[in-house]
């Protein structure tokens, strides 16, 4: 059974750093694409980035680019969110996803989807 499970979310300054977890089981991380999502209240849900193996991170919002970086740790089965500079745009819950043939997520298809709960992240001085 795969099973996300997101941690790491709350509360930062303007400015600020925060490290997301998105702890991986099921699946392998040398073969399955991990996403991050974020979902802002109010607005619809958006990609950050996908990363593939073999293939590197693709990112999906511009100005997250030089402030957001992923990694992963093989050991625990888990990848991570790096985040940098937080901006009130920034806040909403997090989500990680992967998808069960291989590709990128992109929340269309759930049947093929795996998706954690969210964790969320405020931004507030």
């Known amino acids: 059974q795969v099973r996300l499970v997101e941690s790491g979310g709350g509360l930062v300054q303007p400015g600020g750093s925060l490290t997301l977890s998105c702890a991986v089981s099921g699946v392998s991380l040398d073969v399955y694409p991990i996403a991050w999502f974020r979902q802002a209240p109010g607005k619809e849900r958006e990609g950050i980035l996908c990363?593939?193996?073999?293939?590197?991170?693709?990112y999906y919002i511009d100005s997250v680019k030089d402030r957001f970086t992923y990694s992963r740790d093989n050991a625990v089965n888990t990848v991570y969110l790096h985040m940098s500079s937080l901006q009130p745009e920034d806040p909403g819950v997090y989500y990680c996803?992967?998808?069960?043939?291989?590709?990128?997520?992109?929340?269309?298809?759930?049947?093929?989807?795996?998706w954690g709960q969210g964790t969320p992240v405020t931004v507030s001085s």
């Open positions: 996803a992967t998808q069960l043939y291989g590709h990128c997520p992109s929340g269309a298809d759930r049947r093929l989807e795996r």
């Open positions: 990363f593939m193996p073999g293939d590197g991170t693709k």
